[in-house]
């Protein structure tokens, strides 16, 4: 009697490295730039962080899924990675409020994913060889056909991606008797950053990223928020010349990850490509104010050039660093009201150890108010 062979899938990365494994999720093909989190919880947060929109997830942890997925632990409205990689996909799940398994929600969301592969062996590879495109497929597994696909994808580098997951209209969030009006340019923007917001007495309007300096200033905000979000931040001038405005302008403006990125290339500071990123929920950074360190949550894949804060030290200076490699973590413009941080303060998932930032951020609107009101 002949046996059915069991499912195949196969992960191709863009310099020919080859997986196989099963399918996981829907059955079908997908690509992206490959990239790995090292984070042992919060899965669903991480598949639907706008700021991965375009990226295959390679999740370190051995088991995903062993917890289940419940429908208000999201940070945007859908699942946002292009394909995912684990090691087990574990269906069978411990968290009894949870609504579904793993395998039903990848299904809804039509995400595909390959489970069953040595996910440390990929992670070593991309740590040497750096970020790269990659085709996951459970339809196929005819590499020539999968190059040929792979050979057309673009590059994450020169890529406009943060108008693509923002929203397509402003909305409101909070309560409008709030004694602090926020204006946040969604580039990407996580829910847990919104909710950090309105829960510090901020009623917040939430603008698509390509919006009139006019436009948001007409509603009179107290403060402008510049978001995370996916993308290259060179391939952003729309939102850099914005951030300018924002800061001519006088009020408070925080930024957060491409936030942080935009803000710096608004002041003439350079960004780049990094090798293979950050992206997890333990990395050390230092708080060169304080000298104390902090254990962050990140993601990102561009970061901002250290050479060129020193060549523009008259505008801007570094404020927290990564104890790991020493990248810039953190900015303070020198000539204006603002800054901003490369990693995540709100964490979800993560430790909450830089929620500070944004009481940071209403001190700065709370001694800016009076005086915008004298003004006017």
């Given at each position: 009697?002949?046996?059915?062979?069991?499912p195949?899938?196969?992960?191709l990365?863009?310099?020919?490295t080859?997986?196989?494994?099963?399918?996981?999720?829907?059955?079908g093909?997908?690509?992206?730039?490959?990239?790995f989190n090292?984070?042992?919880?919060?899965?669903?947060?991480?598949?639907?962080?706008p700021?991965?929109?375009?990226?295959?997830?390679?999740?370190?942890?051995?088991?995903?899924?062993?917890?289940?997925?419940?429908?208000?632990d999201?940070?945007?409205?859908?699942?946002?990675?292009?394909?995912?990689?684990?090691?087990?996909?574990?269906?069978?799940?411990?968290?009894?409020v949870?609504?579904?398994?793993?395998?039903?929600y990848?299904?809804?969301?039509?995400?595909?994913?390959?489970?069953?592969?040595d996910?440390?062996?990929?992670?070593r590879h991309?740590?040497?060889?750096?970020?790269?495109?990659?085709?996951?497929?459970s339809?196929?597994?005819d590499?020539?056909?999968?190059?040929?696909?792979?050979?057309?994808?673009?590059?994450?580098?020169?890529?406009?991606?943060?108008?693509?997951?923002?929203?397509s209209e402003?909305?409101?969030?909070g309560?409008?008797?709030?004694?602090?009006?926020v204006?946040?340019?969604?580039?990407?923007?996580?829910?847990?950053?919104?909710?950090n917001?309105?829960e510090?007495?901020?009623?917040l309007?939430?603008?698509?990223a390509?919006?009139?300096?006019?436009?948001?200033?007409?509603?009179?905000?107290?403060a402008?928020?510049?978001?995370?979000?996916?993308?290259?931040?060179?391939?952003?001038?729309?939102?850099?010349?914005?951030?300018?405005s924002?800061?001519?302008?006088?009020?408070?403006?925080?930024?957060?990850?491409?936030?942080?990125?935009?803000?710096?290339?608004s002041?003439g500071?350079?960004?780049y490509?990094?090798?293979?990123?950050?992206?997890?929920?333990?990395?050390p950074?230092?708080?060169?104010?304080t000298?104390?360190?902090e254990?962050?949550s990140?993601?990102?894949?561009?970061?901002?050039d250290?050479?060129?804060?020193?060549?523009?030290?008259?505008?801007?200076?570094?404020?927290?660093?990564?104890?790991?490699d020493?990248?810039?973590?953190?900015?303070?413009?020198?000539?204006?009201?603002?800054?901003?941080?490369q990693?995540h303060?709100?964490?979800s998932?993560?430790?909450?150890?830089?929620r500070?930032?944004?009481?940071?951020?209403?001190?700065?609107?709370?001694?800016?108010?009076?005086?915008?009101?004298?003004?006017?």
């Open positions: 009697m002949t046996q059915t062979p069991a195949r899938a196969v992960l990365l863009q310099d020919g080859t997986f196989y494994g099963r399918p996981a999720g829907k059955i093909t997908t690509l992206g730039e490959i990239c090292t984070g042992m919880t919060g899965y669903q947060e991480i598949f639907t962080d700021s991965y929109f375009g990226q295959i997830m390679v999740m370190t942890n051995v088991h995903v899924g062993n917890y289940g997925i419940k429908h208000t999201v940070e945007s409205s859908d699942v946002k990675i292009a394909g995912l990689v684990t090691r087990e996909f574990t269906e069978a799940f411990s968290r009894q949870a609504d579904m398994n793993i395998q039903e990848c299904e809804q969301e039509s995400l595909v994913g390959i489970t069953g592969v996910t440390r062996a990929i992670v991309i740590r040497s060889k750096g970020a790269m495109n990659a085709i996951i497929s339809d196929t597994t590499l020539e056909s999968l190059k040929k696909q792979l050979a057309a994808a673009p590059s994450m580098e020169g890529l406009e991606l943060a108008s693509k997951v923002s929203t402003p909305y409101f969030l309560n409008p008797d709030s004694s602090f009006k204006a946040v340019l969604d580039y990407g923007v996580k829910k847990s950053i919104l909710s917001l309105t510090r007495d901020c009623y309007k939430v603008f698509p390509k919006t009139l300096f006019s436009t948001i200033t007409a509603w009179e905000p107290d402008f928020f510049l978001s995370n979000g996916p993308g290259d931040p060179a391939a952003m001038d729309y939102a850099s010349d914005l951030a300018l924002l800061l001519k302008d006088g009020r408070p403006v925080f930024g957060i990850c491409l936030g942080h990125q935009v803000l710096a290339r002041l500071v350079k960004t490509k990094m090798h293979h990123g950050h992206r997890g929920i333990n990395h950074v230092l708080n060169l104010d000298g104390l360190s254990i962050t990140q993601n990102h894949g561009f970061g901002v250290p050479e060129s804060i020193k060549a523009n030290s008259e505008a801007v200076m570094a404020t927290h660093v990564n104890l790991n020493g990248t810039i973590e953190g900015l303070k413009a020198l000539k204006y009201n603002a800054f901003s941080v990693y303060p709100e964490a998932p993560g430790p909450h150890d830089s500070y930032l944004f009481d940071e951020f209403l001190t700065k609107i709370k001694v800016s108010k009076p005086k915008q009101a004298a003004v006017s």
